[in-house]
Structure formats: C-alpha cells, structure tokens
C-alpha cells in the first residue's frame, strides 16, 4: 500500500524536514520505511522516516540497526504525545463546531458576502484545533481590513498562521523546552 500525501507530510513535519540518517536538510526528502516493506516493514508512520535522496538510495531493502529503530519509534512517539497535549490544550479553548461558525458570523461584518467555500474554510480550522477566539478576531481583521482585495484568502492566512504557531509549540513540547 502507497503512503498516503497526508502521512507523508506529518512524517516530514515530525522529523522537522531533516533526513534522520544524516541530518541533512538541504538535499530532496522523501518519505522512507525504517524496516523496508520487503523486510516485512509497515506503512506505519512509527516505521517511516524522512530520508534524503542519497540516503534512501544508499540504503536500498536492508535492514536498519537497532538503535536506528528503537530512536524512530522514540521520536514517534514523543511526537504524538506533544500533538496530543497540544490538542488538548486547544480543545479546553474550543467550542463546538455549530458554535464555532455561529462565532464566525457573529464576528464577520454583516454587510460582507460569506461564500460556501470560507464556511468550509471556518470548518476547516475547527477541525485542525484552531481556538474559538484565535478564528474570531482573524474574521474580525480580515472583515473590516482596508485595501484588502481578497478578505477571504487573508482571514485564512492569518488563521493559517496561527496554526503554524500551535505547531511550533508542538515541536517545543517534543524538543522538552518549556512551553510559553
């Protein structure tokens, strides 16, 4: 079974875009499986890792060492609980997801046209954890900001960006520094 885009991109986001053989992150990543599925290797993503090109190559269908294996399956696992904490942390700041866009019409000037495609965006960030009040004041600025041709593109940028954030204090969470 192929990978799929989405664990790709969490793969390559856990291990912070950096091949875990050689710690490059200047060469092409691709996703590659810490014991090869021809090993008897998994599409789980406890046993995928970002590689380089010339590492991925190099390694071929061999088997990893040990303390390759058991470091993967350690920093998977300190990644998933920093995304849970960090789940958690925003879930205590949401509301529920009728609530959430009856916040975002509340907070999105009246005289301003809400297409299906920004309520689907606004689900869209409920779903990824955004806080309640963080979704509201960016509707809030993107509404009522001046000389700004596309309010729908700028609401979801500004919301894009603190999800960014959040993810950054995921990675703090799993580096053990302390949070903010």
């Known amino acids: 079974m192929a990978v799929s885009k989405r664990t790709r991109f969490e793969v ?5 875009y950096t091949c875990r053989y050689c710690r490059s992150a200047d060469n092409p990543l691709r996703v590659d499986h810490v014991t090869p599925v021809a090993l008897g290797g998994t599409d789980d ?5 970002a590689a380089c090109q010339d590492c991925n190559a190099g390694k071929s269908s061999t088997s990893p060492d040990e303390q390759t294996v058991e470091q993967v399956n350690i920093d998977a696992a300190r990644w998933a609980a920093a995304m849970e904490q960090a789940s958690e942390i925003i879930a205590s700041r949401s ?3 009728m609530e959430y ?13 809400v297409s299906d495609s920004l309520e689907e965006k606004v689900s869209q960030f409920y779903r990824l954890g955004l806080p309640v009040q963080v979704m509201s004041d960016a509707a809030v600025a993107a509404g009522n900001a001046k000389n700004v041709n596309d309010r729908t593109a700028y609401f979801a940028g500004i919301c894009w960006k603190k999800l960014r954030e959040i993810q950054a204090l995921a990675e703090q969470i799993v580096a053990g520094d302390d949070a903010p």
């Open 45 to 49: 993503p406890t046993n995928l890792v």
């Open 101 to 113: 866009v009856a916040t975002f019409h509340a907070s999105w000037p009246s005289y301003r046209y």
């Open 95 to 97: 509301t529920g997801l």
């Open 12 to 16: 390559l986001r856990r291990d912070n």
